[in-house]
């Protein structure tokens, strides 16, 4: 390094609007053509070289489910062992890299998303996750280009972070990648989260064992092409699309296992763990785990909140994205005295959901993800429908007969303990707690206890001493808290993201706070003018002590 290099702090990506007419509305229509007419084929990427294992699987469109668009190749033990060996052979030479120029691979792979690569990546997305089009722009185009461009930048202002020193000595710290390789593991809802689970550690100096989610392969693919395209050497991250059971056999057991980056249910990060716990006696460090698991988020109001302002917040925040945001609203608590005229409201506004393929941009809501989720929630609904303790208001049909439809639905229970308040169901099903308005504190500390995740939740009220009370009774409720706000949408750099409880490490993806998380600190004392005498300067004056004792 010859120069003290400085990054500009990034802006945030412009999210594009599509509006009718637009150029980005026409691209991305030719793009979606384009990736709907062919079906093309995922080799693993290991040492940069794509395997090919014969083993294949069917990438289909949720909300067209027996359309293909890509077939992927499946890791066995043989295909892992080797990324575990590219990833620890590349370990030297990335992490001797100067920074500035592992800062110039993703700030390249930044520039070619936010330009010619955007509409591929928006267009996979819409296909293999089935999002509506802003959702895919906010997510593969904005928030990816932001991790990519602030975790460059936060790596930076970490290497700044020095101790203090005197004329007499310099005291430096220096931010190691940790010693081994780190294992990404990704989910299906965000294709942002899974490029920066594998580039997040990798921007400090670390190399990846990326296992992305089988219902998200499509557009993770793509992420790892752009990456490699941008420069990224071979080894640095490795594609290994497998089964769960395969990576706690044989990459989680290596001696070589430095770190974990997980994003998924609680009960696969609770798995995580414990193997990891088994093997600590395998190891060479003990592993950095770094999880965001479930969620039971929540929207709490307060009667003196705006009607308006609540019903578009509860709406959007819980059946976007079909409800499959680690965010999304799953439980409302609404006081009586305004439930009435929020009941309306919200059903004027539910009035206006399309729902079908993301390639019509009329529509508001995709398919959920694959049968196994669909049929998770039509249980839930089931279970509501047949309930002495519920009902539905709103939605509660499900339609499998082309994708995997289900309505955005509004259940209303008069039991704080029912099941659907405090299970985790990741659709678009949010339920309703009415609470009489002089029961609002103990409402509050119902909230807070009713379930085991502590993710997002958002309050509502314009009454400033309420905002402080709430505010304070839901301390710890959640990891992101908004105010008067829906709980979806943390912007990289303004909003870092993560939780407690059951709900993760909260180590706050989006931030610096995460990048800490994949350095092994190094402290250094470089002393100019060392002692040459053992005695310290109050016993010089001292007549000494002889060695021969007096007899």
Not at 74 to 87: D, H, I, Q, S, Y
Request: aromatic share 10%.
């Amino acid at each position: 390094m010859k120069g003290n290099f400085n990054m500009a702090r990034p802006v945030n990506e412009k999210i594009l609007e599509y509006l009718p007419g637009s150029r980005e509305r026409r691209e991305l229509g030719r793009k979606l053509n384009e990736l709907k007419n062919e079906v093309i084929e995922i080799p693993l990427i290991i040492g940069g070289r794509e395997i090919r294992t014969g083993n294949l699987k069917d990438v289909r469109i949720p909300h067209n489910k027996e359309h293909v668009i890509a077939r992927y190749h499946m890791a066995g033990e043989e295909e892992l062992m080797m990324a575990v060996e590219a990833a620890v052979e590349a370990g030297e030479k990335w992490r001797n890299m100067p920074w500035q120029h592992r800062a110039s691979v993703f700030l390249k792979a930044a520039d070619l998303l936010s330009s010619s690569w955007r509409q591929l990546l928006n267009a996979s997305t819409m296909l293999g996750q089935s999002k509506t089009v802003i959702q895919a722009e906010i997510d593969s185009a904005c928030e990816l280009t932001d991790f990519l461009r602030y975790n460059a930048y936060f790596m930076q202002e970490i290497y700044k972070d020095q101790p203090e020193s005197s004329l007499k000595e310099w005291n430096r710290t220096e931010y190691r990648p940790l010693e081994g390789f780190v294992l990404a593991i990704s989910p299906f809802n965000f294709t942002a989260i899974g490029g920066n689970l594998s580039s997040a550690p990798a921007i400090m100096g670390n190399t990846v064992v990326w296992k992305p989610s089988g219902t998200a392969i499509y557009s993770n693919y793509f992420v790892m092409r752009l990456l490699m395209e941008a420069g990224m050497p071979a080894g640095v991250i490795n594609f290994v699309p497998s089964r769960g059971s395969d990576i706690e056999k044989h990459v989680i057991s290596s001696e070589h296992l430095a770190g974990v980056h997980f994003t998924g249910s609680t009960k696969v990060f609770n798995n995580i763990w414990k193997n990891v716990g088994m093997n600590l006696d395998r190891y060479r460090n003990y592993p950095r785990l770094v999880g965001e698991t479930g969620g039971k988020d929540f929207i709490f109001a307060h009667n003196s909140a705006d009607i308006k302002q609540l019903a578009t917040a509860m709406v959007r925040g819980a059946f976007e994205y079909q409800g499959q945001k680690c965010s999304a609203a799953s439980r409302a608590y609404i006081p009586a005295s305004i439930w009435e005229a929020l009941r309306d409201r919200m059903e004027y506004e539910l009035g206006k959901i399309q729902i079908g393929e993301t390639e019509d941009f009329d529509n508001f809501m995709g398919a959920v993800i694959d049968r196994n989720s669909y049929d998770n929630i039509e249980r839930y609904i089931k279970f509501a429908k047949n309930s002495e303790d519920a009902e539905i208001i709103f939605g509660g049909h499900v339609d499998d007969s082309v994708g995997y439809f289900v309505e955005p639905t509004v259940v209303v229970t008069d039991d704080p303990e029912f099941k659907l308040l405090k299970e985790e169901i990741f659709g678009p099903v949010l339920t309703i707690y009415v609470y009489e308005d002089e029961n609002l504190m103990e409402t509050l500390e119902i909230c807070d206890t009713t379930s085991p995740y502590a993710l997002t939740g958002a309050i509502f009220a314009s009454d400033r001493d309420v905002i402080r009370d709430m505010e304070k009774a839901l301390l710890y409720s959640a990891g992101n808290f908004y105010i008067n706000d829906k709980p979806t949408g943390a912007v990289v750099g303004a909003q870092p993201f993560g939780g407690g409880r059951k709900s993760g490490t909260n180590d706050k993806a989006g931030s610096r706070l995460n990048l800490l998380r994949w350095t092994s600190a190094r402290t250094i004392k470089e002393n100019y003018n060392p002692p040459k005498n053992i005695l310290y300067p109050y016993m010089e004056e001292k007549t000494p002590v002889s060695v021969k004792a007096e007899v």
